[in-house]
T-cell receptor, first 116, second 112 residues
């Protein structure tokens, strides 16, 4: 158990809909990263938050947005869903820039999204 | 362009064999290199390497980093069918914040 919690584990929805994926980082971790992994694809970085602030953006579509709340949990919102958005969405957390063990990155179990 | 390249892309071996997985990288402001094992779901953290030449070991797995030649290897000795997985390499680098770039992985299949 990595200590990173993601919900829901599975989600099936229709095209055009909107979903929210939730992530609770490991206790004490300030940084949260979101990744997308499509079938047989590598991990594509979407976005990173550090202590409530957006710090880096990767290949995140405009239809997607995220935020990190004061209690450090994070949500990834996916809207106007398309078939191609079907993927595993991972959240990962790390201690943070100025913390001990900076660099260790731990993943949640992922949320599998299926868009029909 | 920052990148992480893993080789081979896939590998099939028999139980008891020893395998070596490679990861080379080109990033600015390198901070760490991480290895993960991914079976059906989440990548599981194996090692983090920050210093050249210091081997990290856990059971039958070991890894070493060469910061001069910009690569790392992951060795698995006496492979077992349970080692079948995708092995991911990631590089952590710093540019205002801590970022990670992942390679596409090496798919290892161990046959009984």
């Amino acid at each position: 158990d990595s200590g990173v919690t993601q919900t829901p584990k599975h989600l099936i929805t229709a095209t055009g809909q909107r979903v929210t994926l939730r992530c609770s980082p490991r206790s004490g971790d300030l940084s949260v990263y979101w990744y997308q992994q499509s079938l047989d694809q590598g991990l594509q970085f979407l976005i990173q938050y550090y202590n409530g602030e957006e710090r880096a953006k990767g290949n995140i579509l405009e239809r997607f947005s995220a935020q990190q709340f004061p209690d450090l949990h994070s949500e990834l919102n996916l809207s106007s869903l398309e078939l191609g958005d079907s993927a595993l969405y991972f959240c990962a957390s790390s201690a943070g820039w100025d913390r001990p063990n900076t660099g260790e990155l731990f993943f949640g179990e992922g949320s599998r999204l299926t868009v029909l | 362009e920052d990148k992480v390249v893993q080789s081979p892309l896939s590998l099939v071996v028999h139980e008891g064999d020893t395998v070596t997985l490679n990861c080379s990288y080109e990033v600015t402001n390198f901070r760490s290199l991480l290895w993960y094992k991914q079976e059906k779901k989440a990548p599981t953290f194996l090692f983090m390497l920050t210093s050249s030449g210091i081997e990290k070991k856990s059971g039958r797995l070991s890894s070493i980093l060469d910061k001069k030649e910009l690569f790392s290897i992951l060795n698995i000795t006496a492979t077992q069918t349970g080692d079948s997985a995708i092995y991911l390499c990631a590089v952590g680098w710093a540019s205002g914040t801590y970022k990670y770039i992942f390679g596409t992985g090496t798919r290892l299949k161990v046959l009984a």
